[in-house]
């Protein structure tokens, strides 16, 4: 598992190390790199403690709670900082707003705590270390970016380290 979460994570490195030479100063660099830590950080945190509670609660509920959870959060912080009123949009925005919550945030939520439940922790933050890649791949794809050899040495990589995890 440590060679494949090796592989998984220089993969990652290699795919993402040209964006280094886009920060303006150190500072910027650092900063960075403290908000990607602390974002890898609280992820894995989150995947440990919901496998534990997924497997006592199961999968649907932890996503409802979670869902429930950051909803709560977000319309207070909304409260919080616009007036009441900003809340009326037209009938497309909210259902824009509405398709967004289900396949952007309930269905995945729900999707990862039932991999959790079936796989387990450990499995699904390795599979996860996919997700720079399928980004560098929609960015390709979408946005006409170019992938360079670092890139696709990096993807390699990543790939290689979750087919190590999964014939394990």
Avoid: K
Avoid at 73 to 82: D, E, N, V
Avoid at 84 to 97: E, I, M
Avoid at 111 to 128: D, F, K, Q, Y
């Amino acid at each position: 598992m440590l060679g494949a979460l090796a592989l998984c994570y220089a993969g990652i490195a290699l795919a993402v190390a040209h964006d280094l030479r886009l920060a303006n100063t150190a500072r910027d660099l650092a900063l960075g790199g403290v908000l990607v830590f602390g974002s890898a950080l609280s992820y894995a945190l989150y995947l440990l403690g919901n496998g534990r509670v997924v497997g006592r609660l199961g999968a649907l509920r932890v996503t409802a709670l979670a869902s429930l959870v950051a909803c709560g959060l977000g319309i207070g912080q909304f409260l919080l900082l616009r007036p009441p009123t900003a809340l009326v949009q037209p009938g497309p925005v909210l259902g824009l707003a509405l398709t967004m919550a289900l396949f952007s945030t309930v269905l995945p939520v729900w999707g990862v705590a039932e991999a959790i439940r079936r796989l387990g922790p450990g499995l699904v933050a390795l599979t996860s270390s996919l997700g720079p890649i399928v980004t560098l791949l929609l960015a390709w794809l979408l946005l006409d970016e170019a992938w360079g050899v670092a890139q696709l040495t990096g993807a390699a990589l990543v790939i290689a380290g979750v087919i190590v995890m999964a014939r394990r």
